[in-house]
């Protein structure tokens, strides 16, 4: 069979073999890349169509988070305390920077809501908080898991850690915070300063299945393609091999030498 493989023709037939694989495999690549951009379109869709909801009536202070509530958005009213953090190594859209992460004291409840009000390029940039009360909405998020890092620079978090948010504010404390998306009263013109609002993580989409379904059928006509090229030369193997038979008269060697 490897005598036929490396005829000319064959060899050439492997060659547009290849191709076609090498096609068919970028082409389920490329359909597998739409099943997961479709999922986060109709992922992110669902997200904006969600009103935000009250946060009390969703989460209670110090209740372990649901995972179903993440990027779940939602509302509360309340006032800023002054004590807020800087969580350093966050960037945004590819630049290096620090969030800044201010205790909401929600009416409702008089817990403390850990809010991340937005991205700054350096700390001194983080403007103060809003006096009086306000209502903001955003997507909650659990919190992050204790920095196990380099230490930060003085002063500063590693992470969003509500264990060491509850040493730092007193009081109740929501299990959770706030990726901040709106304020009312909004605040004034320049008010914020280079703080820019950090959006919503869109969590986990996973893949529609039916583009998914079409790059597997791309793969298999990928290998299809092999096997076709396997099957010539098979067939091409044994017609020589029916042909060499026949030219010996179906007799094998020894056969014909006796004769002789």
């Known amino acids: 069979m490897l005598r036929s493989a490396l005829k000319p023709r064959h060899l050439g037939l492997l060659a547009v073999a290849v191709l076609i694989v090498i096609a068919f495999v970028q082409l389920g690549r490329w359909q597998l890349g739409v099943a ?3 999922a986060l379109r109709e992922s992110l869709q669902q997200a904006r169509s969600r009103q935000p909801v009250p946060i009390e009536t969703v989460l209670r202070p110090h209740v372990d988070f649901p995972n179903t509530l993440s990027t779940h958005p939602v509302s509360a009213v309340g006032e800023f305390g002054t004590d807020q953090v800087i969580v350093a190594g966050r960037r945004l859209d590819g630049r290096s920077g620090y969030w800044v992460v201010a205790p909401l004291k929600v009416a409702a409840t008089g817990a403390n809501l850990p809010v991340l009000r ?9 403007p103060p908080v809003p006096s009086g009360t306000v209502t903001i909405t955003g997507g909650l998020a659990p919190p992050e898991s204790p920095y196990a890092g ?18 730092r504010w007193p009081g109740d404390l929501y299990n959770a915070f706030v990726f901040q998306k709106s304020e009312t009263p909004a605040p004034a013109a320049g008010a914020l300063g280079a703080l820019e609002r950090v959006p919503t993580p869109t969590g986990e989409t996973g893949i529609k299945w039916r583009n998914a379904a079409y790059a597997l059928q791309w793969w298999v006509f990928a290998l299809f393609a092999l096997y076709l090229w396997w099957r010539t030369v098979r067939e091409d193997t044994e017609r020589n091999g029916a042909r060499a038979a026949g030219d010996n008269g179906g007799r094998d060697p020894g056969e014909r ?4």
């Not at 937005?118 to 983080?126: F, L, M, N, Q, R």
């Not at 380099?150 to 040493?167: A, H, I, K, M, W």
């Open 118 to 126: 937005g991205w700054v390029p350096s700390p001194e940039d983080a």
């Open 150 to 167: 380099p230490p930060p620079p003085e002063g500063l978090l590693g992470s969003v850690d509500t264990s060491l948010l509850v040493n």
């Open 36 to 38: 997961e951009d479709e």
């Open 257 to 260: 030498e006796a004769e002789q």
